[in-house]
């Protein structure tokens, strides 16, 4: 199977690895794993007073295409409002990559995480 130049781009030149402090209250967490295959990902945000997703992190242990996929996520979330991350599609995701079938399952991870850490976001205001 042959990886898409989109997929094989963010690959070797992931966007926005790294770790934010989850301590930090501007800061939501979102760890989900794949059933199908076993590769996990970590997608975290920081929000500003208003609502702004001002950054994005990941770190993916896993295939080309969930990297790809976590890394496009980071890039495309940062400036939208929390429910505009919450609505981001895995659909558009392997669109945008060209993910063959048997990869979609690597996008529909990186839509969990990014919503994993929309409402990690959210359960920790209401602890404020
Ligand atoms: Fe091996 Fe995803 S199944 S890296
Ligand atoms: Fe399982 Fe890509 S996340 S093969």
Redesign the pocket.
């Given at each position: 199977m042959a990886y898409s130049e989109q997929v094989i781009d963010h690959y070797e030149n992931p966007r926005n690895v790294g770790k934010m402090n989850d301590s930090d209250e501007n800061v939501g967490t979102g760890m989900v794993g794949?059933p199908?295959?076993g590769?996990v990902m970590r997608l975290q945000i920081k929000v500003s007073d208003e609502g702004i997703i001002e950054d994005a992190k990941f770190k993916t242990y896993?295939?080309g295409?969930?990297i790809a996929s976590s890394s496009l996520v980071t890039e495309w979330v940062k400036g939208m409002s929390l429910d505009e991350a919450q609505d981001l599609k895995n659909t558009k995701i392997a669109e945008e990559l060209a993910l063959p079938p048997v990869?979609i399952?690597?996008s529909v991870?990186a839509e969990d995480a990014i919503k994993a850490a929309v409402a990690d976001y959210k359960e920790k205001q209401t602890k404020k």
């Open positions: 794949a199908a295959c590769d896993g295939c295409s969930a990869k399952h690597c991870l």
